[in-house]
């Protein structure tokens, strides 16, 4: 049985995150990525179960999206294109992850390799 997170409830989120990244504009595009980096470690730590993955890697996509698109409305002039965007901010942001593994292996199972798995 697979887990998926919500689609409004995600929807919501991703909104928040884009008012909240909208009204940081005016500190510096290092305090945005560092915002985005520790709510996308929290998201991760949160929604980082069996069989989610592709709806958290859905998200912080599009938490990448709205990064992106705000830190180029910092001034007239478009500073990032997305290959820069992504070069840039990419290694600085945490990768898809699950965190609680909601199926173990249960112990009494032999190692792997054996034929009686």
Not at 30 to 50: C, E, N, T
Request: glycine fraction near 10%; charged fraction near 25%.
């Amino acid at each position: 049985m697979g887990r998926k997170t919500d689609g409004k409830r995600k929807r919501k989120k991703l909104k928040l995150l884009s008012e909240r990244l909208r009204a940081m504009r005016g500190v510096g595009g290092k305090a945005m990525v560092a915002f985005l980096r520790r709510h996308l470690q929290g998201h991760i730590q949160y929604y980082g179960v069996s069989g989610n993955g592709r709806s958290v890697a859905s998200y912080i996509y599009f938490a990448m999206r709205y990064l992106f698109k705000w830190l180029n409305r910092r001034s007239q002039k478009r500073s990032l294109n997305w290959k820069t965007f992504g070069a840039a901010v990419q290694p600085l942001l945490p990768t898809v992850r699950i965190v609680h593994d909601l199926y173990p292996v249960p112990k009494w199972k032999t190692q792997a390799g054996s034929r009686m798995v």
